[in-house]
């Protein structure tokens, strides 16, 4: 790894559905940041959605764990931390030479064929939402503090699908 990359990528990905524009919890706009809750926003676009949303069950999460950890190792990737929830997944990883994307797309992707391949409810629609996001982590003390985010701080902030 040479100076100019990051320590490791924060990756986040959701579950179709489950975080919309608008979302009450936060949301995040392409290309300029967080965004302020827009409650009207977010039932227009929960109105608007063309599939029933799929929360992951746990031999689902299961699943989508294994194959994390299983295409990190293939790819030579370290995986300090991962966690997936029953409406979005959480992975911090070093990628040398890879850009966040598109270690997020490839992670998604190989999920995605996982849980078609064992799921028909999964199968001829969308898994996961559109894109996802990714940051840089350029300290140690930033990636401790993501690793414990990841690995502890979820429980704690029941960030789960609020189907209201």
Same mark, same amino acid.
Request: aromatic share 10%; with cysteine; glycine share 6%.
């Given at each position: 790894?040479?100076?100019?990359?990051?320590?490791?990528?924060?990756?986040?990905?959701?579950?179709?559905?489950?975080?919309?524009?608008? @979302?009450?919890?936060?949301?995040? !706009?392409?290309?300029?940041?967080?965004?302020?809750?827009?409650?009207?926003?977010?039932?227009?676009?929960?109105?608007?959605?063309?599939?029933?949303?799929?929360?992951?069950?746990?031999?689902?999460?299961?699943?989508?764990?294994?194959?994390?950890?299983?295409?990190?190792?293939?790819?030579?990737?370290?995986?300090?931390?991962?966690?997936?929830?029953?409406?979005?997944?959480?992975?911090?990883?070093?990628?040398?030479?890879?850009?966040?994307? !598109?270690?997020? @797309?490839?992670?998604?992707?190989?999920?995605?064929?996982?849980?078609?391949?064992?799921?028909?409810?999964?199968?001829?629609?969308?898994?996961?939402?559109?894109?996802?996001?990714?940051?840089?982590?350029?300290?140690?003390?930033?990636?401790?503090?993501?690793?414990?985010?990841?690995?502890?701080?979820? @429980?704690?902030?029941?960030?789960?699908?609020?189907?209201?």
């Amino acid at each position: 790894m040479n100076n100019d990359e990051p320590l490791a990528c924060f990756i986040t990905w959701t579950v179709y559905g489950t975080f919309l524009q608008g @979302d009450i919890r936060g949301w995040r !706009k392409r290309r300029k940041g967080e965004q302020l809750p827009q409650p009207r926003l977010a039932e227009w676009r929960r109105e608007r959605l063309k599939h029933s949303i799929e929360l992951l069950d746990e031999e689902q999460r299961c699943s989508v764990s294994c194959q994390i950890e299983r295409l990190c190792e293939f790819r030579g990737w370290k995986l300090w931390a991962h966690d997936t929830r029953t409406n979005h997944v959480h992975v911090v990883a070093t990628d040398a030479g890879y850009a966040g994307s !598109k270690v997020r @797309d490839q992670l998604k992707a190989n999920c995605t064929r996982v849980l078609r391949e064992q799921w028909p409810e999964f199968v001829d629609r969308p898994v996961w939402t559109v894109g996802g996001d990714w940051q840089c982590i350029n300290s140690e003390e930033e990636l401790e503090q993501v690793i414990l985010y990841v690995s502890e701080a979820q @429980d704690r902030k029941g960030i789960e699908h609020d189907p209201s």
